[in-house]
């Protein structure tokens, strides 16, 4: 797709992160958007910042509260976006809703495995089978779905991720399957496969208010003997030697972590994601540890699983400060 002018695009996590960063960059090229996420104040700030980059005229921004888990939500977005676009069609659906949690199929809670595989696999099943007929109805249409690394490698440095890898997984595998099935029954309708790496997002602090759980300085008991298992692997700290403030310290500086230490920004990350639609690319790795930990991956699979992966050392090197 060479040109975004004059397009219609519909963007889930859309309240944040990447996802905002795509509604903007997408009006400011003259694309409507319908952007959704179950942060309506999000929402409100991704809505302001879209309507000072659209150039104007035909250019419409909406957003939609809705929970990419739930089908029956999906499919009032859906007919939401039908009725206040006036449209039979639309061009691009990106698939970008996420959320981590559930990081140890033996230790995390069974709600928050479930709740984080719905949203980051459910929501891409849901929000394709509403939205596939509109994309069809175009002359020009593209399904974006974003993974992740965790879609080719199902760990974290040091630490397991089974939820987000396992959902990461299927939507790599899906989108993969769907170059086939599109090119025999749709060949107008395009699949583009979106794998970042290390993005500076509040994935993590926003995670854990979707989890419903409360804030690092007001967590409960169970919270804390919860997060102090994943504060042992970050600190390098034993867990029993671990204070509840140093419990609490760890919870709040992952997220902030994870925000301000990463290579790319949302913004950078948007903009690779369009120049990779527009080169029609159909494979996009995001960021330059993601190229790293792809190659590494095809190099020799075993090495990124070893605790001490030269390669996770290089490309995760304040990871490796903050476990020492």
Known sequence: ???????????????????????????????????????EAGLAVTAERAAKAAPGGDVRVTTHHCDVSDESQVTRFRDEVVE???????????????????????????????????????????????????????????????SSVNGFWAAGPGMPMSAYSAAKFAVKGFSEAMLTDLRINAPHVQVALVMPGHVGTEIVINSRRIHGYSEPDDMTGAELADARLRAAIVTGVPAEQLSDEEVRAAAKSMGEWFRDSAPLSAAGAATVILDGLRAGTWRILVGDDAHALDAAMRADPLDLYRPDSPTLAAVFPDMRRREQ
């Not at 309240?15 to 400011?28: D, F, N, P, S, T």
């Not at 061009?91 to 990081?103: K, Q, R, V």
């Not at 984080?116 to 175009?138: D, E, K, Q």
């Open 1 to 39: 797709m060479e040109s975004f002018t004059g397009k219609m695009a519909v963007v889930t996590g859309g309240g944040a992160g990447m996802g905002r960063e795509l509604v903007v960059q997408l009006a400011a090229e003259g694309c409507s958007v319908a952007a959704c996420d179950v942060d």
């Open 84 to 146: 206040r676009h006036r449209t039979g069609h639309i061009n691009l659906l990106f698939n970008n809703a996420g959320i981590g949690g559930g990081s140890s199929f033996l230790t995390s809670p069974r709600a928050e495995w479930e709740r984080t595989f719905a949203v980051c696999w459910g929501g891409v099943y849901n929000c394709t089978r509403a939205f596939m007929p509109l994309l069809i109805a175009s002359d020009e249409g593209c399904l974006v779905n974003t």
